[in-house]
């Protein structure tokens, strides 16, 4: 079976974690002495090489479900099973799971549904659901923009429930969309500002929800001074990095690793940004070693057929 923009994209956003994962917290101005280049073995969370996070197991739950049709309650379940039993964890061990996300997943075993189980407080910001958003590109990909923007919401509120996180995530969906669509990277920065924009300005969504999107929608981020880009686990910082990443880049490799030098949170950074480039660059652009190191490599590949077959993109 041939590949589809579903290989590159969860490649993408797999390797991307896993890059980030030794280095995961580590200041930007340590890493600049020694950079990350390549897939390396423990550091942090001492895990071998190539072994991906919490970011991309719940990408793969996501993705899972997805090949059945849209079903809130059985992406919840699979998180549970994620969290309570290590299902696509990379090797067992289930690590660097954030609080918001291991509370809304317990409340989830404990039978709340997936559409209470979230944080809806005003200041839950951290970037947990953008971290695990991207396979739904493919589900809303031939929707109106009303529904693409209340099917992301379902899906982030499982765990995130504030404008600022859910937003984020519906701009990344909303830029992959052009990408996928063939747009050039500069050209669907532009549309999806305006489409972004557009639709908020129309919305019952306050003022204050789309300022949440203000440097993305009103301004050019790659003009921006990197030292200007924080790389913190606020998803509204996340996806301004993401955005700058991809952006200063021209390949899959230098816009994740770009991502991961960048410090802090390092596997999420660069797992979204891993996602953009491996959704635009192909999964052919990735390097073959990388593809070949992640861990499960083979069964991330058969789900990627899956998702395609379901998806109607084969
Ligand atoms: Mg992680």
């Known amino acids: 079976m041939k590949v589809t923009p579903v290989h590159g994209a969860l490649f993408g956003v797999a390797i991307g974690d896993a890059l980030g994962v030794p280095v995961e917290m580590i200041k930007r101005d340590v890493l600049a002495q020694d950079p ?9 969370h001492n895990q071998p090489a190539g072994t991906f996070s919490d970011d991309s197991s719940l990408t793969f739950c996501l993705a899972e479900s997805l090949c059945n049709g849209y079903d809130l309650h059985d992406v919840g379940e699979r998180f549970v ?14 690590f660097g799971v954030g609080k918001t996300t291991e509370i809304a997943i317990t409340k989830l075993r404990d039978g709340v549904s997936p559409a209470d189980s ?17 396979p739904l590109l ?9 529904k693409r923007y209340e099917i992301t919401r379902e899906v982030a509120c499982i765990t995130h429930g504030s404008m600022q996180t859910i937003l984020p995530c519906f701009y990344y969906l909303e830029f992959a969309l052009e990408l996928l669509q063939g747009s050039q990277k500069q050209m669907a920065y532009d549309n999806t500002a305006k489409t972004v924009a557009d639709f908020l300005a129309g919305s019952s969504l306050g003022e204050q929800a789309r300022n949440v999107l203000t440097p993305l929608l009103f301004e050019d ?20 990095a993401a955005m700058y990443c991809f952006m200063q880049t021209d390949n899959y490799s230098d816009a994740v690793l770009m991502a991961v030098n ?20 192909g999964f052919e652009s990735i390097p073959e070693k990388w593809r070949k190191e992640i861990k499960r ?6 789900l990627c057929d899956r998702l395609s077959k379901a998806m109607g993109l084969t």
């Open 297 to 302: 490599s083979n069964e991330i590949h058969d």
């Open 118 to 134: 979230g944080n809806y407080d005003e200041g839950c910001s951290g970037n947990g659901s953008l971290m695990r958003i991207l």
């Open 36 to 44: 990350v280049r390549d897939l390396v073995g423990y550091k942090q």
């Open 262 to 281: 960048m410090g802090d949170d390092t596997d999420t950074t660069a797992a979204v940004t891993g996602g953009l480039a491996g959704l635009y660059y």
């Open 138 to 146: 493919f589900y809303v990909m031939d929707f109106e923009i009303e």
């Open 221 to 240: 981020i790659t003009k921006r001074s990197s030292a200007s880009i924080l790389t913190t686990h606020q998803a509204v910082l996340t996806i301004q």
């Open 81 to 94: 099973k994620y969290f309570f039993e290590a299902y696509w964890t990379a090797g067992g061990v289930v």
